[in-house]
């Protein structure tokens, strides 16, 4: 008897529908205020953010951690589940620019301004890669990479355009 309620059991489960996605909107300011003005203490380079919040994958109460670094060379602004996170576990999103390196893909969307970027969408193999968008601009990389519930490459793009409305 016990055989046939094993097998109801997990046909149930299989058959339920999987809990929805969370997104949580994010404001990156907010997030890492502080670590982004020391930002503007070790990096003359133009830091672009998105001024608009990010849809994260988070639920309602998991507290968002954020870290910034910079020099001469680049910079990166983080923001993770867990304070100094360095795991792909709690890793949520990444801004970084970079002074004079390439693109290193084709590009195979176009900005609001007319630049032309390449969005990657989540990929997975041995792990899974959060998908990203990069672009180039004034000798600068710049890329935004992020766990969002879409993942979508209209997503990633206002996130992008978003930047460079603020700063670019």
């Known amino acids: ?11 149930a489960a299989a058959l339920a529908p999987a809990a929805a996605a969370q ?17 503007a203490h070790q990096t003359t380079l133009p830091v672009l953010l998105p001024n608009i919040p990010i849809d994260l994958d988070i639920g309602p109460k998991t507290k968002v951690y954020g870290s910034a670094s910079g020099d001469a060379k680049s910079w990166f602004v983080d ?18 620019g970079e002074k004079g390196a390439r693109l290193g893909f084709r590009t195979n969307v176009t900005l609001a301004t007319g630049i ?3 969005y990657q969408p989540l990929s997975c193999g ?23 519930v879409k993942g979508s490459k209209a997503e990633f793009v206002a996130y992008a355009n978003s930047a460079l409305e603020g700063g670019g």
Request: net charge positive.
């Open 1 to 11: 008897m016990l055989r046939p309620l094993l097998t109801i059991t997990t046909l």
């Open 23 to 39: 997104a949580r909107p994010v404001d990156i300011g907010k997030a890492a205020g502080p670590a982004i003005e020391r930002l």
């Open 79 to 96: 923001l993770a589940g867990a304070r100094h996170c360095g795991a792909n576990a709690c890793f949520l999103a990444s801004f970084t």
């Open 116 to 118: 032309r970027a390449h």
């Open 126 to 148: 041995g792990s899974c890669s959060p998908p990203w968008i990069a672009w180039r601009l004034h000798g600068m990389r710049y890329e935004i990479q992020a766990k969002t």
